[in-house]
């Protein structure tokens, strides 16, 4: 894993359970909407309006993040809300989004999702560990580099096969960036590859969905930002998928930062990964 000192080391896993039980007391502090709807008035590194709750649930990690620093580890970390925070370099980067789906946590709506991600490089192809936590599935999810992935313990069976209907077309496809106007645009493409859509609201969940093959595929109609997808994408490669950061040259050459660089393709198959090409071209 390259000579960056010991922080790859770390229980990462370990540091991530220990946030989410941070966070579920964030999330039952604030039950309603009302309360979770509240701002902060200051927008984070990716451009959206922060929530309380983001910035509540962002202090919760960063509290583990300190303390894994006490004990000697050294790395830097990059969030939604902070941007990059430096905790002693070190070649380790930490890509952190403390509620992915944050509108689906103001409404309490199924699926939003703690993520991170442990990299020694700078691109998606650079992640070692990820880890996934969807608070509305009450899932856990993570996976380390040539060793694997999990789903609340038991590991992924990554020989699973999509599914296809009788004319070929796939049976449920995954969208992220469902803005109606966007999907409008690409209807045509869309009909033609999939029988069913579903929108989870997350694009950490989804991709996890393709993990474990209860997604066939999954596509995000816009740009999507490194710190949505980057534990996403190695839970879906080590389960036996495959990903493509469409727009640019090399498909896992995406930034792990919060800037949107590149629409996102995962799926069951390289077959797939390339038919679903027609949605991003359209």
């Not at 929530?51 to 583990?64: H, K, N, R």
């Not at 038991?154 to 049976?171: A, F, I, K, Q, V």
Request: net charge negative; proline share 4%; charged share 25%.
């Amino acid at each position: 894993m390259g000579t960056t000192g010991t922080a790859l080391d770390a229980d990462w896993l370990g540091l991530c359970q220990r946030a989410v039980q941070g966070l579920a007391d964030v999330l039952a502090a604030t039950p309603t909407t009302v309360e979770r709807a509240r701002e902060t008035g200051t927008r984070g590194s990716g451009g959206d309006r922060t929530l309380e709750i983001d910035s509540e649930a962002e202090a919760v990690v960063f509290e583990q993040l300190q303390a894994l620093y006490d004990q000697g580890h050294r790395f830097s970390a990059i969030s939604e809300e902070r941007g990059e925070v430096d905790f002693g370099g070190g070649g380790v980067h930490v890509i952190i989004d403390p509620i992915d789906g944050s509108l689906n946590a103001k409404r309490d709506a199924c699926h939003y999702a703690l993520s991170v991600a442990v990299a020694d490089g700078e691109t998606m192809a650079d992640v070692a560990f990820a880890f996934v936590h969807d608070f509305g599935a009450r899932e856990q999810w993570w996976a380390r580099r040539g060793e694997g992935a999990w789903r609340d313990g038991m590991p992924l069976d990554p020989t699973l096969p999509e599914r296809r209907s009788r004319d070929g077309r796939l049976e449920l496809l995954g969208i992220e960036s469902s803005d109606p106007q966007w999907v409008h645009a690409v209807i045509d493409p869309l009909t033609a590859a999939t029988r069913r859509l579903r929108a989870l609201g997350t694009i950490a969940s989804t991709l996890c969905q393709v993990a474990a093959a209860r997604f066939d595929a999954m596509v995000t109609l816009q740009r999507c930002r490194g710190v949505d997808a980057a534990a996403g994408q190695l839970i879906v490669r080590e389960a036996g998928g495959f990903i493509n950061f469409a727009d640019l040259d090399d498909p896992l050459a995406a930034p792990l930062d919060a800037t949107p660089t590149s629409r996102l393709i995962a799926a069951r198959s390289e077959q797939t990964l390339r038919d679903l090409e027609a949605i991003r071209r359209a």
